[in-house]
């Protein structure tokens, strides 16, 4: 196979051009010589729709929606480099370590946030817990500086602002919080086993 000139009357050349557009233009009596096609397009083509019926799946699923709201682009998700932790799991999932979760499961007493606020949930603890306000100032001067409003779309966090979300994930200790708690709830309870046995 080598290159020719176009439309200089080379007959070959005429010819393909001409069964080109008759082809593109739909012309059903054309006589098909050559039907095999790679397996390179046959595999993109099974990969496409297998996304196409997964995403669809996805955009239906019961379950997930924490999930779903930090990732709801399935394709967008498969080209990405994520730093994945327990942490970012957890705060992306709103599984296994927040204290909405482990209530559930009966490993918490309640669900309620170390700060006494509210539910801690993993929208929480990113959003408005004030017991992470300094690890979350970069990441809300961050997407300030791009003219943004806080909070933004939670994909966007995972996407556009994924370095300064990681920074702020990697600073939540868990393990620290939860010992907190229980540390808290024993001195509670010290002072009313005291006064039940006088
Ligand atoms: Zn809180």
Redesign the pocket.
Known sequence: MKWVKAHIGIEGNETADKLAKEAAQGNENIIIAFDRIPITSVASEINRKGLEQLQLQWNNAGAGAVCRSFFPYLVQRLKMNIPITPEFTALGTGHGKPRSYLHRFKLADDTM??????Q?TSD??IS?????EAQRGPMINKIEDSEESWPPAKHELTTKYLHAFSIFVKSIDFQKLNRLVKYLELWCQVPTKRTSSE
Not at 113 to 118: A, G, K, P, S
Request: net charge negative.
């Open positions: 946030c170390l700060c006494n606020e509210r801690q929480h603890i408005d817990c004030n017991l992470f």
